[in-house]
DNA sequence: CTTGACCCTAAAGCAGCTTCAGGGTGTTTA
DNA sequence: TAAACACCCTGAAGCTGCTTTAGGGTCAAG
């Protein structure tokens, strides 16, 4: 099949498949000679499918790498699998624990003016300008998961 | 001050702090004639800890911008501020939300494989190769707080 | 024979920095 | 006085996982 059903069938957009290739997630399609259009088979399907299920599950593609290589080793042991699964529950678990402390100390700001004042009286700026003690440690330090490197202020 | 001491005392790295003068964030410091190095003063400074403040809170640059505009017009009404903050403890509720439900299939998939076998005996290999149904469902689908742009699979 | 749906590549954009390459400045110490 | 070292400068590239844009071929239908 072509690239546009491949993607339909499996729900990515072709540009996410072509890319999927580029990084070598997925294997080069056979080229047709007439055209040079991707042609694609089961096997492509049922890794894409794999693929899939494993960023639905917010794995970085390094990971899913290694499951991939886990994959065609049916011999080896699934050590690494299990491994690579903790941690990545753990990394979801850190995350969620900063965020809520994040949560929690938003909701305190947001407190510091109920009404709609002037901006001049605005607890909120107030308590932004003048840390208090407990708001200053920060909420969200690092973390790998979904999104870590884009936001979330680990100033050094 | 210079650069380098301003970093120290604000706990950013010098280059963040060019990078928020380059991004408009802080204003352009006044050079040194003799050697064209950054001059700072103590508005830089209380401008900075503003910033970093809002940054350990994961606001972006754009809700930044916004709450520096504010900051400057101490006559203007403060419900946009309030707004803001409401909007931005709303994403990261959804966020949490988000990633409590990946944690949960996560779990889930862990428990597909409690001893260590072969690969081919996998629990987790073969949840992997053909999704179960309730498993199936994008965990996370988007969201603009901490990350959300480089993690997270929202296919198309 | 043109319209529209599909395919191709290479490069840039997003967010918020960090890192690197290449080069000055300024103080201290051997 | 000269080397060593800490600090400053700029511009560009790198990170992650795509998406978007620009520019251009292929192919079936009307």
């Known amino acids: ?18 890319y999927y290739e580029k990084e070598g997630l997925l294997h080069p399609a056979l080229r047709d000679p007439a055209n040079n259009y991707r042609r694609y088979d089961h096997s492509h399907l049922e890794r894409l499918i794999f ?3 494993c960023r639905t599950l917010a794995m970085t593609h390094e990971e899913i790498q290694v499951l991939l290589q ?7 042991s699934c ?31 947001r407190g510091q003016c109920r009404a709609a004042h002037t ?16 708001l200053t440690e ?5 973390s ?8 979330g202020g680990q100033h050094k």
Do not use: W, Y
């Open 138 to 142: 920060p909420a969200v330090v690092h």
């Open 119 to 134: 901006t001049r009286d605005c607890g909120i700026l107030r308590e932004l300008d003048h840390p208090t003690e407990e």
């Open 51 to 53: 693929i899939r299920r």
């Open 79 to 109: 050590e690494t699998i299990n491994e690579l699964i903790d941690e990545h529950i753990h990394h979801v678990q850190a995350r969620i624990a900063e965020l809520q402390i994040l949560e929690t100390q938003l909701i305190e700001l």
């Open 1 to 18: 099949m072509k690239i546009g059903e491949l993607a339909k069938q499996v729900g990515f957009t072709v540009e996410t498949i072509r």
């Open 70 to 76: 886990a994959r065609v080793q049916p011999n080896a």
């Open 144 to 151: 790998h998961v979904p999104g870590s490197q884009c936001r």
